[in-house]
């Protein structure tokens, strides 16, 4: 059941860090280019859609001709001319993009990009001086070339239209009201340093200044949980909070991209330049008494 009493439309509410934050901002507030959320069902990714739009449409003071197309309007926003697909009339994805793209929009939202047709008049939208925001159903941010590839994209027009891909997925958050500290599971420990990228991960973590410096970082370490009180009804969690993959397309990726590299040689490249990959930024999470690791192993990948 979809509410939307509780919605969440301010782009601070979604739990974007501080460094994301200014990376979502300065992207959003690009004059072309496409933006784009991945992620599986239900992990908020219409949220974050309409999250961006309403922040897009403040910052310039509503002098925006913002348009969308939708499967379907989940949430009416004021100031913009939200479509709906309807195919008795007519109005399916392609038919209703190229509609718009007549009205010669600022911006423009497509539920999603569910096939090759509308991909290519997406990515020839964003082309062309417009700004594109869309959701693509892939398991990662960095899987997104190749699944737009797979899709008919030619690389040299995929290598010059996405600026930022962001990955997501939903934790549970913690309860405020009976939230407690206590020692860290030994088991849960024990699996995050079992991981390939620990090592890495604990250098990242320590040069943002989430976990202290020292030979072993996870020592004496103390995390969060919710003791369970009426409020949450004693599940010790209240409400649901992003960990985010956020894959900034630079020139080396461009390049990468127009040479056809894979998905593994381009997200290696990502991380190198300063990814923060979706675990570990539900690990700082986690460490900052958002929601527990348990969680993070559960969702994030």
């Known amino acids: 059941m979809l ?19 200014d990376i979502v901002l300065r992207n959003i507030l690009r004059p072309f280019g496409m933006v784009l959320i991945t992620g599986s069902m239900g ?22 001709n913002i348009s969308t197309i939708e499967d379907p309007v989940e949430y009416t926003m004021p100031r913009v001319n939200q479509v709906q697909i309807n195919p008795i009339a007519g109005i399916e994805f392609t038919t209703g993009l190229r509609a718009l793209l007549r009205q010669d ?30 959701t693509l159903p892939t398991n990662g941010a960095t899987g997104t070339v190749s699944r737009l590839i797979d899709m008919g994209i030619e690389p040299f027009l995929l290598a010059s239209t996405p600026s930022l891909v962001i990955a997501q997925r ?6 405020v009201s009976c939230r407690e500290s206590v020692a860290a599971d030994t088991s849960v420990l024990k699996a995050l340093r079992a991981r390939p990228d620990f090592e890495q991960m604990m250098q990242i973590l320590q040069v943002q200044g989430v976990l202290a410096k020292g030979d072993d970082p996870l020592a004496g370490l103390r995390l969060f949980r919710g003791k369970g009180c009426p409020q949450c009804h004693g599940s010790g969690f209240r409400g649901r909070l992003g960990v ?6 630079n020139d080396h990726i461009r390049s990468m991209i127009m040479e056809r590299q894979d998905t593994s040689a381009i997200r290696a490249e990502a ?31």
């Open 3 to 21: 509410s939307k009493e509780n919605v969440i439309l301010d782009l601070e509410d979604l739990g974007l860090g501080v460094s994301d934050f």
């Open 43 to 64: 992990s908020g990714k219409t949220t974050s859609l309409y999250a961006m739009v309403m922040r897009l449409g403040a910052e310039r003071q509503n002098a925006l």
């Open 105 to 134: 929009p600022d911006v423009i939202m497509v539920g999603e990009i569910h096939d090759g047709e509308t991909a290519k008049i997406a990515v020839r939208s964003a082309m062309v001086g417009r700004l594109l925001f869309s």
């Open 170 to 175: 939903l934790v549970r958050r913690i309860c």
């Open 244 to 249: 985010f993959e956020l894959f900034e397309v």
């Open 271 to 301: 991380v190198a330049g300063g990814m923060k990959t979706m675990f570990q930024d539900g690990v700082a999470k986690a460490y900052f008494g958002e929601t527990t690791l348990e969680e993070v192993f559960r969702v994030a990948v």
